[in-house]
Each structure stands twice: as structure tokens, then as C-alpha cells.
């Protein structure tokens, strides 16, 4: 797809690096393009709200923003920022998210929280962890290259409600979905 674009994968509390060892792979795998593991952040000073005992969503992309700039100086191709956390996160009006993208900053993050299976009370799963942390990450990233939710439940690119949307779909792009991130790639 986009030989000319590199993937960093930043962590925040750290995340755990043998999961994201394998996630680094797999991303670069299905998107073509160099994956690379960056450095562990802190969360986000301001992303904690007390009262919900979560972190607000959109405090992680500002900060990935600010190490996409300072990264981008250096770099001679264009950059992505994925940012994966541990941390249970939100946005208003939603119990909670898996993650989130900004499409102009050319960052997404994506939280483990709710992705392990023992939050709903079942038995660690490594290969199910795996398997949901590539599906919410190919899907932010997804965000990130063009592309907006999907009504076709199968598609990576479907809106994940619960668990159970996101076990259900992907790992792959819909016709649909695939043909828009061609058209995406083909105009950058």
C-alpha cells in the first residue's frame, strides 16, 4: 500500500511489550508499511476524570500529536501514531471506547481495558487479546488513512458497541472499505 509511510507504535503505562511485539508485525503485515515500537509515554496529565474512574479519550491524541511533530523532523516519509494503553478510556455520551483516531493529526489510540477477556470475568486468553488488539488497531488506523465506519457487520471498519461486535468482525476490509483506502492512498 504505502511504502513510503512508517507506523510508530507508542505505548502509555506500559502496555506490555511481547503483546505489542506481535502487534508491530501484524500491522505492518496487513497495511504494507514499516511498523515500528516507539517509546512509553505517561498518560496524559489531564485525561483522568475522577468521577467516572476513567481516562478521556481524546487527551491520548494530543499527546501522540506532539511525538508525531517531534518525530516527523527526523523522519523522511509520513508518519502514524498509534498509541496503545491499558487505560479504561471515554468519550462524552459513550460508557466508553476502544479507541479513537484523528484522521488530520495522524494519530489514533486504542485501550487493552476492555479488550482482555478477563474484564468480563473469563479466563486469560493471550491469542483472543491478541486477536481484538489488532482488529480495534487495524480499525483506528483504518480512521487515520480515510475511511469511516463500515455498516457491514464482517468489515474492520464496523462500529464495535460491545465485545461482541468486535469479536464478530474483521481482521479484513470490506470491498467497499478496501477500494476507499486504495482510492486514499493513491491520492497522498
Not at 488506523?141 to 457491514?152: P, Q
Amino acid at each position: 500500500m504505502a511504502a513510503m509511510r512508517t507506523i510508530f507504535i507508542q505505548t502509555f503505562e506500559e502496555a506490555g511489550a511481547r503483546l505489542l511485539g506481535n502487534i508491530v508485525a501484524d500491522i505492518g503485515d496487513v497495511f504494507g508499511i514499516n511498523a515500528v515500537l516507539g517509546q512509553n509515554l505517561p498518560a496524559p496529565d489531564d485525561s483522568l476524570d475522577k468521577r467516572r474512574s476513567q481516562h478521556r479519550a481524546q487527551s491520548f491524541p494530543k499527546v501522540l500529536s506532539g511525538e508525531r511533530e517531534s518525530l516527523s523532523r527526523k523522519a523522511s516519509t509520513g508518519l502514524l501514531l498509534l498509541g496503545i494503553t491499558r487505560l479504561d478510556i471515554f468519550v462524552p455520551r459513550l460508557n466508553f471506547v476502544f479507541g479513537v483516531a484523528e484522521r488530520k493529526e495522524g494519530v489514533a489510540v486504542v485501550s487493552i481495558h476492555r479488550l482482555e477477556p478477563e474484564f468480563y470475568g473469563d479466563a486469560p486468553d493471550r491469542d483472543l487479546l491478541q486477536a481484538r488488539l489488532l482488529k480495534e488497531s487495524i480499525h483506528e488506523i483504518g480512521h487515520v488513512l480515510g475511511i469511516d465506519h463500515c455498516g457491514d457487520p464482517g468489515c474492520i471498519m464496523h462500529f464495535s458497541s460491545n465485545i461482541g461486535d468486535t469479536d464478530a468482525k474483521g481482521p479484513g476490509f470490506c470491498t467497499r472499505c478496501k477500494k476507499r483506502l486504495i482510492t486514499y492512498e493513491q491520492q497522498q
